[in-house]
């Protein structure tokens, strides 16, 4: 190959790494959420509060089983000794079936559900930056809420990066074999 065949492949490189480059780092994000996500279902990101402080009531229309809260908020509204019975979110979360050893921002599915790349920014020359964040206002809050209680639970870990890097390393090995080869 001569001198001139091998300027004009790195070039070709180049503007293939500019073309490929927003839509490897959405990947790359997205993969990482995957491996965060299930870090947290898995690990949780802190404990629920045992402390009852809250009303039965407080939980009416959040449960994602109605006759299950019903039950719930029925049998927690009953006086003990003319007293009336707290509650706390560790315990409703168990009348819904759910597990309360962890929190894992996983009652309704939909915080998870809408995490997305939002947007993919060039911030120079063959460096690209994917955001992650919720496409849904109230389910953004409380992530916001989440991340000031527990603080930034959505960082990657070293396991979870070293991961991203062989993804990462991956799909430009891929664009060099396809572009110099």
Known sequence: MSIDD???RVKRLKSELEK???PIMERTAMS???LIERRIKTEGIGSYSTKKSAPAFY???KGN???KEKDFIKEKSKKIDGESQYTNWAEFRESQGLQSGHV?????GRTWNNLKVTNVDKVGQL???ARLSNDQELEAKKMEWNTERYGEFL???EEEEEKLVKIIDGELQRVINRTIE
């Open 6 to 8: 091998f300027i004009d």
């Open 20 to 22: 490929e480059g927003g």
């Open 32 to 34: 990482a959420r995957a």
């Open 59 to 61: 939980f009416y229309g």
């Open 65 to 67: 089983n109605k006759g």
């Open 104 to 108: 894992d921002v996983t009652f309704s």
């Open 127 to 129: 460096r690209f930056v």
């Open 155 to 157: 960082k990657t870990n």
